[in-house]
């Protein structure tokens, strides 16, 4: 029973990285067709709401693998695999493919720095022996590609990302544009993908909802997150995606920055104190 249970968890893996390589797929086919001028486009749209479904996968094959206790090495480094292609690999096609690549050779740079900070982080992840169900040492994958790819979603949404802003004021702060991406994307996407990418091979500690994961608690959290993710559908599900997923990163930040701050001076007291004694 235990190892038929077993392969729901590592489909629900595989349904992850085949989001990723179909977001790659369709990130490389949107370029093509702004290639020829197609105005009937929508770029990149469906391809990061592939990474959004990927991140589902993502957080439902971890779910159900403690649940029905069928955690396993060939799972885990599936997972990996699959984190790499989704939150690693295509998070950098896209972002490269939408914007970075009129930034030249730094734009190559900069994606290829995200890529490897990703690998990185998952490699660091694999090589802990006791896993920590409260924090996560780093940003997870997950959560790095889901601000990248909701910011994509949110920035068509709020139509900025092509059109020019309805506010005169900010035209003129911000500027004219280059190609077809506004010069508010060609700053701001690279700078946040620069950041995420250290926040990921950083040590800073964010919340970890691993802790949450028990069987006396799992209906009230799965109903919890229905009713949640049921509600971002129903609101407006490009801002709310992206409120979520920064929102995360910024409380993990400030958390992560605050816990190091108080380790520092818990280790500064205690040096004192043994100095005192001497």
């Known amino acids: 029973m235990k190892?038929?249970?077993?392969i729901i968890p590592n489909l629900l893996t595989?349904?992850?990285?085949?989001?990723?390589?179909?977001?790659?797929?369709l990130a490389v086919n949107d370029a093509l067709k702004l290639a020829n001028y197609n105005?009937?486009?929508?770029?990149?749209?469906?391809?990061?709401?592939?990474?959004?479904?990927?991140?589902?996968f993502d957080l439902l094959d971890g779910i159900v693998a403690r649940l029905t206790?069928?955690?396993?090495?060939?799972?885990?480094?599936?997972?990996?695999?699959a984190d790499l292609t989704s939150f690693g690999v295509a998070p950098a096609v896209i972002l490269y493919l939408a914007v970075l690549r009129y930034h030249g050779k730094m734009g190559v740079l900069i994606a290829a720095i995200y890529a490897v900070c990703a690998a990185l982080r998952l490699a660091r992840f694999n090589l802990i022996d006791k896993v920590d169900h409260k924090n996560f040492a780093g940003l997870?994958?997950?959560?790095?590609?889901?601000?990248?790819?909701?910011?994509?979603?949110?920035?068509?949404?709020?139509?900025?990302?092509?059109?020019s802003s309805p506010i005169l004021f900010l035209d003129k702060v911000i500027g004219w544009y280059a190609e077809n991406v506004t010069n508010l994307n060609m700053r701001v996407i690279p700078a946040m993908m620069i950041l995420i990418a250290l926040l990921m091979v950083s040590n800073l500690r964010f919340i970890s909802l691993k802790q949450y994961v028990k069987k006396e608690r799992a209906p009230f959290i799965v109903f919890v997150a229905v009713v949640l993710l049921i509600l971002i559908l129903i609101i407006k599900p490009e801002p709310m995606f992206f409120a979520v997923t920064l929102g995360y990163v910024v409380?993990?930040?400030?958390?992560?920055?605050?816990?190091?701050?108080?380790?520092?001076?818990?280790?500064?007291k205690k040096q004192k104190e043994k100095a005192h004694g001497r």
């Open 251 to 268: 409380f993990g930040l400030v958390r992560g920055v605050y816990l190091e701050l108080k380790r520092e001076g818990k280790i500064v």
């Open 140 to 163: 997870p994958t997950p959560a790095a590609a889901g601000v990248l790819a909701s910011y994509v979603l949110f920035s068509h949404w709020g139509e900025w990302y092509y059109a």
């Open 14 to 25: 595989t349904g992850n990285l085949v989001c990723g390589f179909l977001a790659i797929i």
């Open 39 to 56: 105005d009937f486009v929508r770029p990149f749209v469906f391809s990061s709401w592939l990474l959004l479904l990927a991140m589902i």
């Open 3 to 6: 190892k038929q249970l077993s």
């Open 69 to 81: 206790k069928t955690d396993s090495k060939f799972g885990m480094q599936l997972d990996s695999l």
